[in-house]
């Protein structure tokens, strides 16, 4: 069973451009988290899906953010007219939905570095 | 938002010793998590403890929870160089699964 795949592992832009960030969660897993991570900081929490469903994006900026996660294929984090405040590392989880650990413990992938030129 | 804080930001010591770190956090919580991160890698769990519970362990791990003073501790005896990482607590915002992440403590091991 792969872990939590994120592609591309880096990632490089010039500002206006789009980045789109794409995560495969573990095998039966149906959340999805994405976070965004600057250097020497925590995680800062963006959104929260579940399949086809954004649960919570409270944490995402409200323009040129967007997130999915559609019934076939990745999780996509979209970013549009990228801008060098962006530059950072975003990292996705994704947590079973059944077991012991059901919707608790998160598997995080190795995350996507976003360069800004 | 952020939900938990995590203390201290930063903790150098020597290989051997035992090593604390402490959350604090805000809300009313399901479950706390900890963490570790190496530098540039993704985050790895290390332990849950649930609301119900006080202490648990996990090999050198021993981490508490208080609810009444909503705070946490993570516990790492005898530590070793290959320790060296930033340790983050998490926890479930608002009952709702919505994990919310620390800013960490970078915890140095020296040989």
């Known amino acids: 069973n792969a872990g939590v795949m994120q592609n591309p592992r880096h990632l490089v832009r010039r500002r206006g451009q789009e980045a789109r960030l794409r995560c495969s969660p573990m095998?039966?897993?149906?959340?999805v988290y994405w976070y965004r991570q600057l250097p020497e900081e925590g995680l800062k929490f963006m959104v929260y899906?579940?399949?086809?469903?954004?649960?919570?994006e409270s944490g995402m900026p409200k323009e040129r953010f967007s997130a999915e996660f559609p019934k076939e294929g990745p999780s996509i984090l979209r970013i549009q007219q990228v801008v060098r405040g962006d530059s950072a590392a975003y990292f996705c989880?994704?947590?079973?939905?059944?077991?012991?650990?059901?919707?608790?413990?998160?598997?995080f992938g190795s995350g996507t570095q976003l360069s800004v030129l | 938002s952020q939900q938990g804080e995590e203390d201290p930001q930063a903790l150098s010591i020597q290989e051997g010793e035992n090593a604390t770190m402490n959350c604090s956090y805000k809300?009313?919580?399901?479950?706390l998590q900890w963490y570790r991160q190496n530098s540039g890698r993704g985050l790895v769990h290390l332990i849950l403890?649930?609301?119900?519970?006080r202490e648990k362990h996990s090999g050198r791990l021993r981490v508490t929870l208080d609810t009444s003073k909503k705070s946490s501790s993570l516990l790492i005896t005898a530590s070793r160089a290959a320790d060296t990482a930033s340790y983050f607590c998490?926890?479930?915002?608002?009952?709702?699964?919505?994990?919310?992440f620390g800013a960490g403590t970078r915890l140095t091991v020296k040989p």
């Open positions: 095998k039966g897993h149906s959340h």
């Open positions: 403890i649930r609301s119900n519970e």
């Open positions: 998490a926890t479930d915002f608002y009952n709702n699964n919505d994990m919310r």
């Open positions: 809300t009313s919580i399901n479950n």
């Open positions: 899906l579940q399949k086809e469903n954004i649960i919570d």
């Open positions: 989880a994704s947590s079973p939905s059944e077991g012991i650990y059901a919707n608790e413990k998160l598997f």
